[in-house]
């Protein structure tokens, strides 16, 4: 890094605020959530207020250092790590965390782009109020990351993604200057909606340093539901039949591969799984709706008439929160547990809902005739099409045997999920793990307007080089 440009990073921040790149405490910044990248720093810098970020980017800028955002590192397509001979400067929002405002007469919410997901959900609930977005890392992620990666989650079925919860954003822009669009305006329609191109642009065009969301009632009845199905074709019968039956009021519809039960008790030894016998597909299903509706009423109905159709096994409805949050145990600890099994080949898939059990069903019979000795399995957000098809490689193989041959194996998979018209990355985004691929996919007309527009917002390319935009 030129040494002026140190010095004036050291001119604008306390001395907290900056870790030179190969010092021990850079480590945390320096590798993703699940080990697989490791990433290089000149530096990590580590701002407390909007007009720091502004003055560390206007450094940047002049000096030509290349730039990676970073909100609570728990995203899994490599955004946030940069690897290679150290070239660039981390930016972590950690330190800009505040809760700026709640207004409850217009249901929003302003925060410091750094602040955790569970704080501000937290500080909704403190209000009466809900903020929808659920995800496994909530209690780490921070609200700019969860903008800048458009993260879904549990709850997209009913609320949406980022892309539809969030009303407002302020934003560093490459040169320094200030992007002011928090209005509180719930309809504004005059010209192009900037936000929505920083939602999901993965530190690429600009860092977001403040964010405004829409909240919603709390929902004073959840009503939570384990169930046992014979098959991914009955789970997604259901889902349909929920849909129907419950109409907005439900929340999530995941779907877990009994194959996954295993992973969640090397997480947690604890884990019981709340059926009678044994279930190919387990469906976990909530729905949320006010005191004045009976919404335990209405998923009996449910799943009595589920019953009546042939399309449900087994199944038990939670009889207190404790008992629900057993339940969702379940699908964050078989999370944590391939984790921990390590290093394996993981997917983030969306098909049309009618697609979902025979893409499921295509990608299984791939793996076991192709692939003996790779063990596939398969859950996710089913009510959203989304499913995470992840193969554990044989514990024989070393990390690089399954880099290499993981990379064919997902070139298998992503071709199967094409056949169907779908995405290769339904939520976690593109990064830098699967850029090559979104690039592939796109046509030569889209490429160029990707090109185009990250060219207006960053003609020196300063932000997050190599994440998202093939332009090396
Ligand atoms: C256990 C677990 C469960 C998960 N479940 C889900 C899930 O259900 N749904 C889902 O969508 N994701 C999920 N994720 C992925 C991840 O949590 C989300 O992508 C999350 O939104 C990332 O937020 P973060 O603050 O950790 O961002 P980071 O990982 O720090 O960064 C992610 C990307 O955003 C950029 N970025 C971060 N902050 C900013 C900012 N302020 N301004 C500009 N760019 C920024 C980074 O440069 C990077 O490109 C899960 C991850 C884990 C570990």
Redo the contacts with the bound molecule.
Sequence with gaps: MPPAALEAFSAVLDAAGIIDGTAPEAGRYLH???GDYLGTALAVLRPRSVEEVQALVRICAEHRVPI??????????A??TAGGPPSVVVV??ERLNRIREIDAANFTLRAD??AV?QTLKDAAESEDMLFPL?????G???????????????NVLRYG??RDLVLGLE?VMPDGSLWEGMTGLRKDNRGYDLKQL?IG?????????GVEVKLFPRPANLETAYLGVSSFADAMALSGMARSVCSDLLTAFEVIGSECIAFAALSNPETRVPLEGEWPVHVLMELGCSSAIDGRALLEALLGEAFEAGLLGDGTIAQSRAHARAFWAIR?DL??GQ?KRGRHVRT?LSVRLSDVARMIEAARSYVLSSWPGWEPIAYG?AGDGNIHFNVMPPLALSTGEIREQGRDLLDGLYGIVRGFGGSFS????V?RSRRAVYWQWLTPEQQKAVSAIKAVFDPLGIM?PG??VVSD
């Design positions: 993703d959530w699940t990676v955002p970073q909100g609570g590192n728990t995203g899994l397509v955004g946030a972590s929002l782009a750094g997901l659920a995800l496994g890392a909530q780490s992620c921070q609200i700019g990351g969860n903008v800048a990666t458009n993260a879904g989650g549990i993604m980022m934003a920083l642009s993965e530190g690429s065009l600009s860092i977001v340093t964050e999370v944590e984790a983030d957000h339904a939520e976690h985004g990064g997050n994440c998202l």
